[in-house]
T-cell receptor, first 114, second 111 residues
């Protein structure tokens, strides 16, 4: 079964600074990868998903971008953070896109923008 | 736009109580409904339901899907303090099998 690694676990960054969050997956090949954000008191919002290397779909226009440089690596970035980017960022993995099976999540990164 | 609504948003009970959590949805081309439990970090998968009326059960937790009413319930019997968590409902639908999550129900079980 797959294991999802995310780092760092917590991060405090000033407004206007850049961001890079990394997610790597073990135990599967050619996974579908997802970035979700969970703001306080809200559900999980899908930010990006990727079906393969270099293939990124954006769900919500925002201050963030994503990249997939390797099959099992997914990176979330920002050039200049906003206060509204604070939240809990979760990377998730699923076997195939056309698959109603469960997503499996990493342990998340809690980002506070000050 | 796909929509998932959970109720109640929060609930406080005593150990031993039975609780029922609700989830209703509007989604294009429904594929499945999933329940997750989230403690401090990653949501962990509980159940996936695809057929109406079939109960999925694991120990003290059970869930049923009603596709006619576009809803699902999650039951927890004989609650324990370890059941305290956010319970998330998600619906998979559309051509890209997208998962849409509700806001969750925060369950607190007091000793």
């Amino acid at each position: 079964s797959q294991t999802i690694h995310q780092w760092p676990a917590t991060l405090v960054q000033p407004v206007g600074s850049p961001l890079s969050l990394e997610c790597t997956v073990e135990g599967t090949s050619n996974p579908n990868l997802y970035w979700y954000r969970q703001a306080a008191g809200r559900g999980l919002q899908l930010l990006f998903y990727s079906v393969g290397i270099g293939q990124i779909s954006s769900e919500v226009p925002q201050n963030l971008s994503a990249s997939r440089p390797q099959d099992r690596q997914f990176i979330l970035s920002s050039k200049k953070l906003l206060l509204s980017d604070s939240g809990f960022y979760l990377c998730a993995c699923r076997g195939r896109l056309t698959d109603a099976s469960p997503l499996h999540f990493g342990n998340g990164t809690r980002l506070t923008v000050t | 736009e796909d929509k998932v609504v959970q109720s109640p948003l929060s609930l406080v009970v005593h150990e031993g109580d039975t609780v029922t959590l609700n989830c209703s949805y509007e989604v294009t081309n429904f594929r499945s409904l999933l329940w997750y439990k989230q403690e401090k970090k990653a949501p962990t998968f509980l159940f996936m339901l695809t057929s109406s009326g079939i109960e999925k059960k694991s120990g003290r937790l059970s869930s049923i899907l009603d596709k006619k009413e576009l809803s699902s319930i999650l039951n927890i019997t004989a609650t324990q303090t370890g059941d305290s968590a956010i319970y998330l409902c998600a619906v998979c639908g559309g051509s890209n099998y997208k998962l849409t999550f509700g806001k969750g129900t925060l369950l607190t079980v007091n000793p």
